[in-house]
C-alpha cells in the first residue's frame, strides 16, 4: 500500500490549505491514520492522529482549534484542514498510517508507524 500526500504550498500567515492523502488501498485496513510534520532542523512530530478502534481523533497541542482532520473511507482518502497558519506551522506534512493498535501514549511517535506517504511542503510566509 503506498499513500500520496499532496496539496502544500506557499500561504500567508493566517491562511488556510487543505492536504491530501491517497491510500492506494483501503484506509479502513488501518487501525491508525494521521499527520506528522517536519520542520527544518527539528524531529517529525505528530499533527493529528485517528484511531480506527474508539474513533478518537487527537491532535498535537500547537494546533487543537486550527487543524482538522477527517478521512473519507469510500474514497480511501484523508485529509488536513489548516486554518490560521503560522509561521511556525512551516513544515513538510506527511501522512502515516499503521495496521496494529497503539496505545494512547505512543500515537505521536513516528517510529510506530510503517506506511509513509512521501511528504508535501506548507511554507507559511508574508
Known amino acids: 500500500v503506498q499513500l500520496q500526500a499532496s496539496g502544500g504550498g506557499l500561504v500567508h500567515p493566517g491562511g488556510s490549505l487543505r492536504l491530501s492523502c491517497a491510500f492506494s488501498?483501503?484506509?479502513?485496513?488501518?487501525?491508525?491514520v494521521g499527520w506528522f510534520r517536519q520542520a527544518p532542523g527539528k524531529e517529525r512530530e505528530g499533527v493529528s492522529i485517528s484511531r480506527r478502534g474508539d474513533g478518537r481523533t487527537i491532535y498535537a497541542d500547537s494546533v487543537k482549534g486550527r487543524f482538522t482532520m477527517s478521512r473519507d473511507n469510500a474514497k480511501s482518502m484523508l485529509y488536513l484542514q489548516m486554518n490560521d497558519l503560522r509561521s511556525e506551522d512551516t513544515a513538510v506534512y506527511y501522512c502515516?498510517?499503521?495496521?496494529?493498535?497503539?496505545?494512547?501514549?505512543?500515537?505521536?511517535?513516528?517510529?510506530?508507524?510503517?506506511?509513509w506517504g512521501q511528504g508535501t511542503l506548507v511554507t507559511v510566509s508574508s
Open positions: 502515516a498510517a499503521r495496521k496494529n493498535r497503539l496505545i494512547l501514549s505512543a500515537l505521536f511517535d513516528a517510529a510506530q508507524y510503517d506506511t
Open positions: 488501498g483501503f484506509t479502513s485496513d488501518y487501525s491508525i
